[in-house]
């Protein structure tokens, strides 16, 4: 069975900087894109990030651009997320995904699995 687990969330100030894990069991995770999704408080569940099954291509949503990093190791069975120059509004529960395919995407319906979220604070 499936299971995604997530680590490293909690408070930074603003302009600091957080680092997420996700670890994967249950399936073969070569084979499958891996993805970083939010909610923050009162609003709708947000793809922020995907990482295709070998790292060969990233994408993220435009408000992290260049602040974000998806990286993954496979060896590990794990995903990361490194959050540099965090705002008030990167404030979230932060949860890994499972993509369908190998190459995943922006849309939620991609993916089919996801972690309980670990809790992302952005405050002074």
């Known amino acids: 069975q499936v299971q995604l687990v997530e680590y490293g969330g909690g408070l930074a100030q603003p302009g600091g900087s957080l680092r997420l894990a996700c670890a994967a069991s249950g399936f073969d995770f070569n084979l499958y894109a891996m993805g970083w999704v939010r909610q923050a408080p009162g609003k709708e569940l947000e793809w922020v990030s995907n990482i295709y099954n070998d790292g060969s291509e990233t994408y993220y949503t435009d408000s992290v651009k260049g602040r974000f990093t998806i990286s993954r190791d496979n060896a590990k069975n794990t995903v990361y997320l490194e959050m540099n120059s965090l705002k008030p509004e990167d404030t979230a529960l932060y949860s890994c995904?499972?993509?369908?395919?190998?190459?995943?995407?922006?849309?939620?319906?991609?993916?089919?699995?996801w972690g309980r979220g670990t809790q992302v604070t952005v405050s002074s």
């Open positions: 995904a499972k993509a369908r395919t190998y190459y995943g995407g922006r849309s939620l319906y991609e993916y089919h699995y």
